[in-house]
């Protein structure tokens, strides 16, 4: 399917954590350097373009300065473990496999990549360019609720079962269970 006028916004920190916790974890480089997670976005990413025929992507980071909401709430996100060091040393190479790769990288400081994604959505939507988020993270469902040529690309499933789901607005109750207008406070 051909989509030359759409955006791809790429959650990448999510695809690094899916990644590393779906391929084996033994996949190094020669220097002994972990790999699972640069190895499962590029393929990720792969993917994407042989089944989206993507022309204009932009892959999205989380600021690694902190956000302004663990400013506002020291408690923000404090329940969760942090991530594996191994983890934590892919996100460069991440970064720089995608600068290799001439994608469009975005990252800004004190913001999270929803925050990004979100405005860049926005921004591309006003100049009259369709969106497609890819991710599983249900928190960017909200943005469905923007007017304009907006989806949601997600995974659906694990392993070779994996199937690629579409969610768009009108869908979002039969996913979520409320309008994409409520996802904020029904998270």
């Not at 480089?29 to 204009?56: C, F, Q, Y």
């Not at 408690?75 to 473990?81: D, F, L, N, P």
């Not at 990288?105 to 994604?117: G, K, L, S």
């Not at 040529?149 to 995974?155: G, V």
């Amino acid at each position: 399917m051909s989509r030359p006028d759409r955006l791809y916004l790429f959650d990448t920190l999510f695809h690094i954590f899916r990644a590393y916790y779906a391929l084996p974890r033994s996949m190094k480089s020669e220097s002994g350097v972990p790999t699972n997670a640069v190895h499962g976005v590029i393929g990720i990413l792969r993917n994407l373009w042989k089944s989206e025929n993507v022309t204009h992507v932009a892959t999205v980071f989380e600021s690694v300065t902190g956000t302004f909401r663990e400013e506002i709430s020291p408690g923000y996100k404090a329940h969760r473990e942090p991530p594996p060091e191994n983890l934590i040393r892919q996100i460069p190479l991440v970064k720089e496999a995608c600068h290799r790769l001439g994608l469009s990288t975005w990252e800004v400081d004190r913001f999270e990549a929803d925050d990004v994604i979100g405005t860049l959505a926005r921004m591309a939507l006003a100049q009259g360019t369709a969106v497609t988020i890819v991710s599983n993270d249900k928190d960017l469902a909200q943005l469905l609720a923007f007017d304009g040529d907006i989806e949601l690309l997600r995974t659906k499933g694990s392993g070779k079962k994996a199937q690629l789901e579409r969610v768009r607005r009108e869908s979002v109750p039969e996913v979520f269970g409320v309008q994409a207008h409520q996802i904020p406070s029904f998270l």
